[in-house]
């Protein structure tokens, strides 16, 4: 056989090696196409949630996407400018992973070129972040502050005070009744505002930390022992506004919830008006109200639970009340025109009253109020006495009118 020549060889050999990086980059190409291919649907799917997120909740009770106050709507846009800067740095990062993975992918056995000490890149991922900190950060600051000095100018005071497992609310500047006008008007788990007032919340607790928190209406504010800390903000729209303890408390923590009822302004009269008259009680003196003339098993309530309009007066209020809530229940004044029982955990009614009094601690795990029932203390003729009699504690012309509510979210016995 003849031999090819030299130059023969080399050009051979050549061809071949074109042949293959042909092929290689063909390869890769396809390679490229095919992680393109799987990545971007991820990249679409990411923004699609990201979408979604944005538009979605505005008709949840507890959703912060349909703000009915000026600081809810405030909260609102930080949330929007913090959450479309975190979905444009998530594409981006994931779309810089996706096309250094295609381009820079390992081909052989070479150290790759390293870029420690490049000053532009350096330079760059460190401005681009500080960049995205002064976004968030300058309109937080300034929200943070208008909001702090909103605070010292409201012209409608309630005190609240978080309890284990629920919420004590009184009206400073509101007496309990006409009898006692260095009372002050104290209920529970149902907190009423008139619409278009500037209301300061006045927060304490004496037992562990609490967070009060109305989705809609403001954002959180921790109620921490030894500290009064506040809460203001503007309702404009009637409504019922569902709230809810956002900072862990203790085992009924899920069940501590309140409302937050606004409503114009000659409704919340009435609805003040109504504390002033006297629960009718059946042959009681109309002047003192004695609860002698009430059920006998009303009896193992008055050491918890006052009634405004009666001598009922011995149970503990305020800051100063047990720390476990023994001998400190909420007060029970028009306790037939509350909506639930329980700090939110039922609707009123006569068959849910007689379950709460039956089966206490199994409805709210955890609860400091003692099951007389189980006791024995009270029979089933006593439980049909009170939830008759706590039915009939409502003003003597009944139970203001309710506002029906178009503005905000009603929704009745949860």
């Known amino acids: 056989m003849g031999r090819r020549a030299p130059g023969q060889v080399s050009d051979a050999a050549a061809g071949v090696g074109d042949a293959e990086q042909a092929a290689r980059r063909l390869t890769g190409l396809a390679r490229r196409r095919q992680g ?55 594409i981006g990062v994931q779309a810089a992973i996706v096309y250094i993975i295609l381009r820079f992918r390992r081909r052989n056995e070479d150290r790759p070129e390293q870029i420690h000490g490049n000053r532009r890149l350096e330079l760059a991922w460190t401005i681009i972040p500080a960049v995205v900190l002064l976004v968030i950060f300058i309109p937080t600051a300034q929200v943070i502050y208008n909001h702090a000095s909103a605070e010292e ?14 919420w004590e609310i009184q009206y400073p500047n509101i007496p309990g009744s006409k009898e006692g006008p260095d009372e002050h008007l104290t209920t529970a788990n149902e907190i009423h505002i008139p619409q278009g ?78 504390w002033h008259q006297p629960p009718p009680v059946p042959d009681a003196n109309p002047t003192t109200a004695d609860v002698n003339d009430t059920p006998p098993a009303f009896g193992v309530c008055l050491v918890c639970h006052r009634v405004s309009g009666t001598n009922a007066q011995i149970a503990q209020q305020g800051i100063n009340a ?43 795990e955890g609860v400091y109020m003692p099951n007389y029932y189980k006791a024995g203390q009270i029979k089933d ?34």
């Open 153 to 166: 100018n409201a012209d409608f005071s309630v005190d609240v005070y978080g309890k284990q497992w629920w």
């Open 322 to 364: 047990n720390v476990e809530s023994i001998g400190a229940g909420p007060n029970l004044t028009m306790f037939g025109c509350r909506h639930t029982i329980g700090a939110g955990i039922l609707e009123n009614t006569p068959e849910n009253l007689k379950t709460w009094l039956e089966h206490t601690d199994q409805v709210k």
């Open 381 to 414: 003729q006593q439980v049909a006495e009170l939830v008759d009699y706590l039915g009939k504690l409502k003003p003597a012309g009944g139970c203001p009118p309710e506002q029906p509510f178009g503005g905000g979210t009603p929704v009745a016995g949860s």
């Open 197 to 274: 007032a500037d209301v300061v919340f006045n927060m304490r607790s004496n037992n562990v930390i609490h967070s009060f928190w109305v989705p809609q209406l403001s954002g959180k504010k921790d109620i921490i022992p030894g500290h009064d800390n506040k809460l203001q903000f503007k309702a404009d729209t009637p409504g019922e506004y569902f709230g809810e303890c956002a900072e862990f408390c203790g085992a009924a923590h899920a069940w501590m919830r309140f409302r937050v009822i606004v409503e114009p302004k000659p409704v919340f009269d009435a609805w003040v008006a109504a």
């Open 36 to 90: 393109l291919a799987r990545a971007l649907p991820l990249l679409g799917m990411a923004a699609v949630v990201a979408l979604v997120l944005a538009g979605c909740g505005g008709a949840q009770p507890y959703s912060t996407l349909s703000p009915k106050t000026s600081k809810a709507d405030d909260i609102q846009n930080l949330y929007r400018i913090i959450f479309w800067a975190a979905t444009v740095v998530f």
